[in-house]
């Protein structure tokens, strides 16, 4: 589907150890969504459960709002 369909969606894959994965960024997914929030956007997070524990804390306390963080129900993925 061209990029075009959906402008108002970003999707940043991010690669934690592999500085040759390009086009992707390099980071945690945690980082890179704190690093590309911007106000008014919602960040869906979906990965094992103790990245989405980690995600929930750390994005709410860099300022995303928790109506604006969607991630798994316990028990989900």
Same mark, same amino acid.
């Given at each position: 589907?061209?990029?075009?369909?959906?402008?108002? &969606?970003?999707?940043?894959?991010?690669?934690?150890?592999?500085?040759?994965?390009?086009?992707?960024?390099?980071?945690?997914?945690?980082?890179?969504?704190?690093?590309?929030?911007?106000?008014?956007?919602? %960040?869906? %997070?979906?990965?094992?459960?103790?990245?989405?524990?980690?995600?929930?804390?750390? &994005?709410?306390?860099?300022? %995303?709002?928790?109506?604006?963080?969607?991630?798994?129900?316990?028990?989900?993925?």
């Amino acid at each position: 589907m061209p990029a075009q369909a959906h402008d108002w &969606l970003t999707i940043v894959p991010a690669f934690s150890d592999d500085p040759e994965a390009a086009p992707a960024e390099q980071g945690t997914a945690i980082a890179l969504a704190i690093h590309h929030h911007r106000p008014g956007h919602h %960040v869906h %997070v979906c990965g094992p459960p103790a990245m989405n524990t980690a995600a929930r804390r750390w &994005l709410t306390i860099a300022g %995303v709002p928790a109506d604006h963080l969607h991630l798994p129900t316990i028990g989900e993925r």
